[in-house]
């Protein structure tokens, strides 16, 4: 970008960038280790932080370029639920944005929750749950997995099916307790090693998720956040170079 201006918001994205890549090394992980149970919430704040601060950064830009008589204590990105509270934010912060500088309060307008763009609404929840330090709550989701026997496979599970062995002997070898044992997407390995101790039972993951309590794919609303706000710091230097 030529504008050295927003260096720093670039910096800030490719911090949070390098805490997504990790995220994901973690993920690819989890396909292979059924007890890793949830994401490093450190990488999941500082990327979110990250962003936030991209966003606000990004704001006071707006702020000194084109000049406004607001306090500057007062500038945030704003991200608003419905167009009044839009109008508001701009009218406090960015007074007569709309005809100062009718390109910038587009791409404001376009980026608004209530336009269709519902990850940044997610990223200002977020980012307020981790400003305050409460845990990032995340709930495991697996897609289809394979059951094996050392090379062997030994059962292939998806959407949701599962099978069950009331006794069985697998491989001569008979299990160790009377309990039915299960073998699903969600079943713990663990379990199905102590049922039969002297075979090597590995099981691997399709595809692996971590969603946030409203269901949201914690790695695919971070991802696509960080690429949608470079896409915005782009277009918003463009228009104040």
């Not at 994205?13 to 149970?37: F, G, H, P, W, Y």
Request: charged share 25%.
């Amino acid at each position: 970008m030529e504008n050295q201006r927003f260096s720093p918001a670039n910096e800030m994205l490719d911090d949070a960038r390098e805490e997504i890549e990790a995220l994901m090394t973690q993920l690819d992980a989890a396909k292979d280790d059924c007890s890793i149970n949830k994401l490093a919430e450190k990488h999941i704040r500082r990327a979110l932080l990250e962003m936030r601060g991209c966003l606000d950064y990004l704001a006071h830009q707006i702020w000194k370029t084109i000049g406004f008589n607001t306090e500057e204590h007062l500038i945030e990105f704003p991200i608003c639920r419905d167009e009044g509270a839009f109008a508001n934010a701009i009218r406090n912060r960015f007074p007569d944005l709309d005809d100062k500088h009718p390109e910038i309060y587009t791409l404001l307008l376009q980026f608004q929750p209530f336009n269709g763009n519902h990850w940044i609404e997610y990223l200002r929840k977020y980012v307020n749950v981790v400003k305050h330090r409460h845990p990032v709550q995340q709930r495991r989701k697996n897609q289809g997995v394979v059951w094996k026997i050392g090379n062997a496979t030994a059962f292939e599970i998806s959407g949701g099916g599962k099978v069950v062995l009331h006794g069985t002997t697998v491989q001569g070898t008979a299990p160790t307790t009377h309990a039915p044992i299960e073998f699903s997407e969600t079943s713990n390995l663990g379990d199905v090693q102590a049922a039969y101790p002297t075979l090597d039972w590995t099981n691997r993951y399709e595809s692996v998720k971590f969603n946030f309590p409203d269901d949201i794919d914690v790695c695919k609303m971070l991802d696509s956040s960080e690429q949608r706000i470079r896409v915005l710091l782009e277009k918003v230097a463009y228009c104040l170079r």
